[in-house]
Every structure is written in C-alpha cells, then in structure tokens.
C-alpha cells in the first residue's frame, strides 16, 4: 500500500521560509509526476508546483518565492518557501502520480496534508 507522508509544516511570521518534505513509501515502482497542493479554508485546493518528466510548474502566486525538487530514487520532493506571505496560509498536499505493485497503470496518491500558517 502507498503512503504519502509531509513533514515541514509550522507557524511563521511573514517573510520567512518553510521546507516542506514529502516521502512515499510502498512497493513503488516508478513515478510519473510529483506534486504540491494547497487548499486555504473555504476555498478550493489549488496547484502550487508540479514536476514532470524534469519540467516544473508553478502557480504565478508563488513564482520566484517556492522552489520545488523531487528525488525519484528516494521518492522524496521537497518544496522551499521563501518571502512567506499571509495568504500562503493554508493546508498543503503532497502528491504523486505513481505506478506501485502489479498495476499497469499510474494512479494519484495524495498525501495527509500540513498545516502552513503565516503571521502577518
């Protein structure tokens, strides 16, 4: 079974900075894309950074603020915050797009999600 586990969340002030981590783990066999989710309350999850086949994605809201790397072999992305800003506030989700076990398809895992909040 696939699991999707964040680390990295907290309370800082505005201007700071936050990595996040998240490691999958299960009988994984290769990963197709790597990604970050974030879903402020009363508002819809929205896309933060993705990683594709080398190509990364990210929200204009967050250019130039959040880097975003992924580690296939140790099946690890990671996603530096910095110049945090009150409106980052919100739960972010780690997610994969994965093939695991005997499945001849890939399949999303997201993970549990953490809490990010930011100070003003």
């Known amino acids: 079974q696939v699991q999707l586990v964040e680390s990295g969340g907290g309370l800082v002030q505005a201007g700071g900075s936050l990595r996040l981590s998240c490691v999958a783990s299960g009988n994984i066999f290769s990963i197709t894309s790597m990604g970050w989710y974030r879903q402020a309350p009363g508002r819809q999850r929205e896309l933060v950074a993705t990683?594709?086949?080398?190509?990364?994605n990210y929200a204009d809201s967050v250019k130039g603020r959040f880097t975003m790397s992924g580690d296939n072999a140790k099946k690890t992305v990671y996603l530096q915050m910095n110049s945090l800003k009150p409106e980052d506030t919100a739960v972010y989700y780690c997610?994969?797009?994965?093939?695991?076990?005997?499945?001849?398809?890939?399949?999303?895992?997201w993970g549990q999600g953490t809490q990010v909040s930011i100070s003003s």
């Open positions: 997610n994969m797009i994965l093939r695991a076990g005997l499945s001849r398809i890939d399949w999303t895992y």
């Open positions: 990683i594709t086949s080398g190509n990364t």
